[in-house]
T-cell receptor, first 115, second 113 residues
Framework: DVKVTQSSRYLVKRTGEKVFLECVQD?????MFWYRQDPGLGLRLIYF???????EKGDIPEGYSVSREKKERFSLILESASTNQTSMYLC??????????????FGPGTRLTVL | AQKITQTQPGMFVQEKEAVTLDCTYD???????LFWYKQPSSGEMIFLIY??????QNATEGRYSLNFQKARKSANLVISASQLGDSAMYFC??????????FGAGTRLTVKP
């Protein structure tokens, strides 16, 4: 079974703090993704990575950065947290391959509150 | 660019009846995949069903089927014989050549006993 884990289920930070959200997958997947989920907006792609040290911007990268130093780990960084970054953050991973093997596997999510 | 539109914020269905959740999409990629995920109140994202753009037949997985109409760019999810445990958020998503996926806003399905 693919397992995607995220470092925290709940996190409370203060405005201006630097925040690290960690994601680890154990299936040797090449591709990893960070989304934020807000009511009425669904999941929006922040960044994704298709290989170690590679990253691509998604639809809402402003205010975020990412790091992928090892294949299994993909970190999302909020350089200076703001209240509008209060959200649920979901990490996902995906291997290479076609058909139904294209599915993304999700972690349990981190609910971040910025005060 | 790819886009998914789910126009039903909320849907209600009686237990044991069938329900259709709508999804339309837009993409310029010649080859793409369409996905449906379920998110119960516990928050995990559960993969339900996949349809490839070149698949000739509509996908089915148990009580889930995907009504794929390529010309209309729609990929509706049909759940047959609804159960109370089907109450959840349902997301439609599209994945193109770049491996990145775009999701719709979701539909909250409530199954009534």
């Amino acid at each position: 079974d693919v397992k995607v884990t995220q470092s925290s289920r709940y996190l409370v930070k203060r405005t201006g703090e630097k925040v690290f959200l960690e994601c680890v997958q154990d299936m040797d997947h090449e591709n990893m993704f960070w989304y934020r989920q807000d009511p009425g907006l669904g999941l929006r792609l922040i960044y994704f990575s298709y290989d170690v040290k590679m990253k691509e911007k998604g639809d809402i990268p402003e205010g975020y950065s990412v790091s992928r130093e090892k294949k299994e780990r993909f970190s999302l960084i909020l350089e200076s947290a703001s209240t509008n970054q209060t959200s649920m953050y979901l990490c996902a991973s995906k291997g290479e391959g076609g058909g139904s093997y294209n599915e993304q596997f999700f972690g349990p999510g981190t609910r971040l509150t910025v005060l | 660019a790819q886009k998914i539109t789910q126009t039903q914020p909320g849907m209600f269905v009686q237990e044991k009846e069938a329900v259709t959740l709508d999804c339309t999409y837009d993409t310029s990629d010649p080859s793409y995949g369409l996905f449906w995920y379920k998110q119960p109140s516990s928050g995990e994202m559960i993969f339900l069903i996949y349809q490839g753009s070149y698949d000739q037949q509509n996908a089915t997985e148990g009580r889930y089927s995907l009504n794929f109409q390529k010309a209309r760019k729609s990929a509706n999810l049909v759940i047959s014989a609804s159960q109370l445990g089907d109450s959840a958020m349902y997301f439609c998503a599209i994945q193109g050549n770049n491996n990145d996926m775009r999701f719709g806003a979701g539909t909250r399905l409530t199954v009534k006993p």
